[in-house]
């Protein structure tokens, strides 16, 4: 146990005991103020089209309705792409660009009156051929973003030099980000012009900037509050945007309250999701497995718009090395212009799929060399000197990976179990087991320099609570109980005196989104240094009061202790504000040493890395393809946790969904571009009977080299690319049908008929030989 | 919002919610679990799918577990319907609750009230689950946070605490 008072423990997540009374708060719980409208955004079915008509007079006369919006409402500017590309209408203009993309909203008492009024627009559409697969928009060479090249050697004269060569293509499936509670905004408009927007979102600061550009008016006039969201994994970074803004624009048309909160279906078809990818690698090795050259070029569907997607690409990219050192490489990467919705952050952006390819590459080389694939993996791993080098010219200093992997080997008894799997397999016709061990190292840092940065205000009133804000949103993460904790254990104070307070535009501006895993390392940073301050004027005073050194006060749990007196905290706040000492203050934060030339393909992205790694064994059927996750061992680098409690809960649920991702969620769009999955009924998130019957974690016994908070690491998204090891051990099991000879070639997700499809591409490899022989 | 519109016909129903009676006039389209957070400001009760799959909304009607979002309010006539907050007040879910709070088997809480009232009649029907009928008995509720692990955790540990 830790010898702190409030960071290193494992403390309750500050709603918790709201959450298990029903009392927590959510955006469509709180109560309507009166006269409020609920709003529906009618959207368009079809990929893409002209937009030849759209009448909207039956829908303005139908009863009940109060308001209709379109573009023409709208006061300000009618584009909200979140990068500045003008390339997201709020409402489709001429073209219609994706199945599902926003047309006009409506607005009535109740978003059924007004989504049936919605159904009476009479549009007429000029069909367009739709464009949904990446080939056809190399072919086309158009991008949503410039692509990017990372070079380091001479990939051709590698891969012509090595002793093996080998090429593929691996694709990997989107994920539907299905936080339980779905997109809500609650706009009211105030005096002056000004509007609140209540949003559920990940980036107050963004729907803020959309609101204000939309309406015409200056950031000043727009308040976003978030206190927390049931969910949101990327979701919620800029998908928000609309909904706020729609909200906004019916509340400032009609002077009243107005809600937009979103069906689920309607949340899947019209929102973006993780970007699916292709991948095609040429690569050179030798007889022992050792790498010698990498060529691999990415390319994904990003949809119509660019979004989040040239930073996502990105770093697919830096990551297309997960652990291992590329003596020659070059990685190249087309974000895809698609007749899709704009795919967007998700947990990992873009970080997972490139490591999908990385661990790829390995289990080929295995197969090759007739190796096991973790003698492949601890062959290439990173080490000293030239060999710590990544593509993109980065020297990786923090490297823990030996000793995670040593760890999880020994945890999960890997030699033996890889002995029991051999047999089990030699003995069982119909069932096969397969395992992996898979590494991950994850870049911390946005790789967009100015977002690292973060903002706080805590206040000490004069009975000495204290009021904690910072930049950071709540979507289940436990952000604010660890931010609450740094300032705890900075005055020495029990946590339950620090109030804990909604995200707000309005006391921390200019805030980046809770994004990139960097939460804690960001806002805890800037909490601590506004408490700090206050600690300091609070020690200056206290030593001016008693005749003594600033360091003969002692900050004590409740109290400090000065010259043999002991004062305690409310005390020495109510004296403090009689000698008019000032007891508000503000924290800032960036990081420090990163920087990045994205056309160079040269620098230091991040500032650290988190490590982790995981065994997964599983069991396949092959005459159904079914499978189960037998066991998980996992040990994870959170450096030294501010809450174990918290960050084994990131780790489990990241692995999860992670696994979800690699194995049953499978996103389905039909020639038209219409998603055919766009419920529960159809798209299968995990549920407690997927999840591995033994499930074994730890935390490494470590701390951050660099001075984060309380040399804590992030661990939002690093965990879910834990879950590469099922996804590597039903490639395993599957291999294993044809001894081995061959590569399962499965690509994600692996549901249960892709299995199937794979068990039987290697029967068929096998009987052609037979054949032949 | 009052969900009738004006030209949608209305019910009058009765039933006992978390142990009072209630009668009103219901939409005859409109779901028990718009009802009960729209209508009766029971907004422990929360919306996930609209489809029967999440277990969000999970609500108990004559002492079994119903999704709120495939019931429609009128069918609750002459029922007693009990929410998270009546099952919370009486104090029947205190042993779960407790595991759940000291076990973080929430992140997020929006999967917390319905995973708890189904985790209750699980453990109403049988003593001492164990944890694959656990796995199998929420597996209808969805939690996209956590992962199952805490939550297993809780509800067997709940299983054989003092407070039941
Ligand atoms: S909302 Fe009823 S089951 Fe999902
Ligand atoms: S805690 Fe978020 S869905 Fe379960």
């Known amino acids: 146990m830790s010898d702190r008072l409030a960071v290193n423990r494992p403390l309750a997540h500050d709603s918790a005991a709201k959450h298990v009374a029903g009392e927590a708060v959510y955006i469509d719980d709180m109560p309507e103020p009166s006269r409020c409208l609920e709003v529906y955004v009618a959207w368009a079915d079809r990929a893409h089209a002209r937009l030849l008509k759209l009448d909207l007079d039956a829908v303005r006369r139908a009863s009940g309705v109060v308001a209709v919006v379109t573009t023409d409402d709208i006061p300000g500017h009618t584009d909200i792409s979140p990068v500045g590309r003008h390339d997201e209408p709020v409402f489709a203009a001429e073209t219609v660009q994706f199945w599902g993309q926003a047309l006009f909203a409506v607005a009535a008492c109740d978003v059924h009156t007004a989504r049936r009024a919605a159904g009476l627009a009479v549009i007429a559409y000029e069909d367009l051929e739709p464009r949904l697969d990446v080939d056809a928009a190399r072919a086309a060479e158009d991008y949503v973003w410039p692509p990017a090249h990372f070079v380091r050697g001479d990939t051709e004269a590698g891969l012509a030099r090595a002793t093996r060569r080998l090429d593929g293509r691996v694709t990997m499936g989107g994920q539907d980000h299905f936080y339980l509670e779905g997109h809500v905004a609650l706009a009211i408009p105030g005096e002056d012009g000004d509007m609140t927007v209540f949003s559920s979102t990940q980036h107050p600061s963004e729907v803020q900037h959309m609101v204000a550009h939309v309406l015409g008016i200056p950031s000043n006039s727009v308040t976003v509050e978030v206190r927390r969201m049931g969910g949101g994994f990327g979701g919620k970074e800029t998908q928000s945007n609309l909904f706020a803004c729609v909200a906004a624009l019916v509340a400032r048309k009609t002077s009243r309250p107005a809600k937009c909160r979103l069906d689920r279906d309607d949340d899947m078809i019209m929102t973006g999701k993780r970007h699916d990818f292709t991948v095609d690698y040429k690569l050179g090795f030798d007889d022992d497995g050792r790498i010698e050259a990498v060529d691999m070029h990415f390319a994904s569907r990003c949809g119509y718009s660019a979004d989040l997607s040239g930073p996502i690409n990105d770093r697919a990219l830096f990551h297309a090395d997960n652990c291992y050192f590329y003596p020659d490489v070059s990685l190249l990467c087309h974000p895809c212009r698609t007749n899709m919705a704009s795919a967007t952050a998700f947990r990992g952006f873009g970080g997972p799929q490139g490591m999908v390819a990385a661990e790829r590459v390995i289990e080929e080389i295995a197969i090759a060399c007739g190796l096991d694939p973790l003698e492949v993996r601890k062959r290439n791993f990173y080490g000293d000197g030239e060999r710590a080098i990544t593509p993109y010219h980065m020297t990786i200093e923090d490297n823990v990976i030996e000793r995670v992997v040593a760890e999880v080997e020994k945890d999960s008894d890997y030699w033996t179990k890889r002995d029991a799997v051999r047999r089990f397999n030699a003995e069982n016709r119909w069932q096969k087991k397969g395992l992996a061990l898979t590494p991950v190292k994850f870049g911390i840092s946005f790789t967009m320099t100015a977002y690292n940065q973060a903002g706080a205000l805590v206040h000490i009133y004069k009975d000495g609570s204290v009021h904690l804000n910072h930049g950071g949103t709540e979507m289940g993460q436990g952000l604010f109980v660890k931010v609450a904790q740094v300032v705890a254990e900075e005055l020495q104070l029990p946590l339950e005196r620090i109030k804990i307070t909604a995200t707000t535009t309005a006391k921390v501006p200019n805030t980046s989104a809770t994004a990139a895993s960097s939460g804690s390392d960001l806002n805890g940073m800037a909490a601590q240094a506004a408490a700090r301050t206050l600690r300091d004027r609070l020690t200056a005073f206290a030593a001016e009061q008693h005749q003594a050194e600033p360091s003969e006060v002692y900050w004590l749990p409740g109290r400090i202790a000065v010259k043999g007196n002991e004062i305690a905290f409310a005390d020495l706040v109510h004296d403090a504000y009689m000698a008019r000492i000032p007891l508000s203050a503000t924290g800032f934060y960036k990081t420090p040493e990163i920087h990045w030339d994205r056309a160079a393909g040269r620098g230091k992205p991040f500032y650290y890395f988190a490590y982790g790694a995981a065994c997964s064994e599983v069991t396949i059927d092959t005459l159904t393809g079914e499978y189960r996750v037998d066991r998980v061992d996992i040990v994870h680098d959170v450096g030294r946790s501010l809450n174990p409690a918290i960050d084994a809960g990131q780790i489990e649920g990241g692995f999860i969904q992670g696994m979800g991702w690699l194995t049953t969620e499978e996103l389905v769009w039909d020639e038209q571009g219409r998603l055919r999955t766009h419920a529960p009924s159809t798209y299968k998130i995990p549920t407690c009977a997927d999840r591995p019957e033994i499930f074994n974690l730890r935390l490494l016994e470590n701390e951050n080299p660099k001075a984060t908070i309380h040399r804590s690491k992030a661990v939002g998204e690093p965990p879910l690319m834990l879950a590469i090891s099922v996804w590597q051990a039903l490639s395993d099991a599957v291999a294993a049908t044809a001894d081995h000879q061959h590569p399962a070639r499965l690509d994600p997700p692996a549901t249960p008929e892709k299995v199937l499809m794979a068990i039987g591409r290697l029967a068929e490899i096998e009987a052609t030989k037979e054949a032949a022989e | ?164």
Not at chain 2, 17 to 37: E, M, T
Not at chain 2, 96 to 114: H, I, M, V
Request: hydrophobic letters at 40%; glycine letters at 10%; proline letters at 2%.
């Open chain 2, 1 to 164: 919002m009052t969900a009738i519109a004006n030209d949608e016909p209305g019910l009058e129903i009765e039933t006992v919610v978390n142990g009072a009676p209630v009668r009103a006039r219901v939409a005859v389209r409109q779901s028990l679990v718009d009802w009960l957070r729209d209508d009766l400001g029971l907004t422990g009760s929360h919306v996930g799918c609209e489809h029967g799959v999440c277990g969000a909304c999970t609500v108990v009607v004559d002492g079994v577990c119903v999704r709120g979002c495939l019931m429609l309010a009128v069918q609750a006539d002459g029922a007693s319907i009990e929410t998270i907050e009546g099952a919370s007040a009486s104090g029947r879910l205190a042993a779960l609750q407790e595991a759940f709070y000291t076990r973080a088997a929430l992140q997020c809480g929006f999967c917390t009230p319905g995973m708890l009232l189904t985790a209750a009649e699980l453990l109403a029907g049988d003593d001492k689950p164990d944890r694959e009928t656990i796995r199998e008995a929420l597996s209808g509720n969805y939690c996209r946070c956590t992962g199952y692990q805490a939550i297993i955790d809780a509800v067997e540990a709940a299983s054989t605490s003092e407070k039941r």
